[in-house]
């Protein structure tokens, strides 16, 4: 990902692969890369990332031979892993998340006809990769895709990102290595067994 600072809104241009499981996003702020479902099984990390690696090497030499462009600054990496868990699949109601997601618990009432049932869940957690070289961001929320119409999801997203600085020894490749790792410990603290046997989670 890089950053140029501009006044203006952003624009976007997307590209897609004829068969729609990979798609670049450019903004006058960001290079995105995006692996999507359709009909391959799920893609390892290894795989993605000398994708990335190729396709932003192209951009980056586009860019320095187009006038009004140059050499890109880049100044913060981001990696993203969004997990769609379909309302059917792993849970039925809300009150199943904790068996996804150990520790929602929902408060007890003391007995009685008012006893409490959970209903609704949503959260934001942020920590920070020390010594201050990033953040991983967790959010959790309940969703539909793609419309209205489509199946409700629970949905939790793991963002991990930080500063390029390459004079502080930090560095894209760095940082991606670093963003990779602290997703796949964060969501093996923050899941099930039985959340890593549906997303076939690698030892």
């Not at 990979?22 to 290079?31: E, G, P």
């Not at 539909?144 to 560095?171: H, Q």
């Amino acid at each position: 990902m890089f950053f140029v600072r501009s006044g203006s809104e952003p624009e976007r241009i997307l590209i897609t692969q004829e068969n729609d499981e990979r798609l670049i996003q450019i903004q006058d702020s960001r290079f995105i890369y995006n692996w999507r479902r359709r009909e391959s099984a799920y893609p390892a990390y290894k795989s993605i990332h000398p994708e990335f690696q190729s396709q932003f090497a192209k951009f980056s030499e586009f860019a320095s031979r187009t006038r009004g462009l140059g050499t890109l600054d880049l100044n913060q990496w981001e990696v993203a892993y969004i997990n769609h868990l379909p309302q059917g699949e792993m849970w039925n109601t809300v009150q199943d998340w904790p068996s996804i997601l150990p520790g929602l618990y929902a408060p007890r009432a003391i007995g009685g006809a008012d006893q409490p049932v959970l209903d609704q869940v949503s959260g934001n957690w942020a920590f920070e990769l020390l010594p201050r070289r990033g953040r991983i961001h967790i959010s959790l929320q309940l969703g539909r895709a793609a419309s209205a119409e489509g199946p409700t999801l629970l949905i939790f997203t793991l963002t991990a990102r930080g500063p390029i600085a390459d004079e502080k020894g930090l560095t894209l490749e760095g940082g991606f290595a670093l963003g990779h790792e602290a997703i796949v410990r964060t969501f093996a603290s923050m899941t099930s067994a039985k959340a890593h046997q549906h997303w076939k989670r690698r030892a």
